[in-house]
């Protein structure tokens, strides 16, 4: 059974840093792209960063370029979003995703996360 698990959520005032993690088990993924969404209150999720897990290469939203960094451990089979110079925009629950068959689609994803809150004060 495959599972994503977040972490790491939380409240930090504007300008900190936060570090969100998703464990992920119960298949190989060393073929899948992992991805982070975002959904703000009233608004549709969206796409915020991915990672292809065999070559490590990264894509961002043009929101979050040059302040999240989107990286993977192999030997822990997690994948982390570091989030820095954080806005009050930034706030939502932020999903952990697995997919092989895109980078900013929902539709490209398989696999899904909780989600965890991220909040950010002004």
């Known amino acids: 059974q495959v599972q994503l698990v977040e972490s790491g959520g939380g409240w930090v005032q504007a300008g900190g840093s936060l570090r969100v993690s998703c464990a992920a088990s119960g298949r190989t993924f060393s073929s899948y792209r992992m991805g982070w969404f975002r959904q703000a209150p009233g608004k549709e999720r969206e796409f915020v960063a991915a990672?292809?897990?065999?070559?490590?290469?990264?894509y961002y939203a043009d929101s979050v370029k040059g302040r999240f960094t989107i990286s993977r451990d192999n030997t822990k089979n997690t994948v982390y979003l570091q989030m820095n110079s954080l806005k009050p925009d930034d706030t939502a629950v932020y999903y952990c995703?697995?997919?092989?068959?895109?980078?900013?689609?929902?539709?490209?994803?398989?696999?899904w996360g909780q989600g965890t809150q991220v909040t950010v004060s002004s």
């Open positions: 990672i292809t897990w065999s070559t490590g290469y990264t």
């Open positions: 995703a697995a997919g092989i068959r895109g980078v900013t689609r929902e539709g490209a994803y398989d696999y």
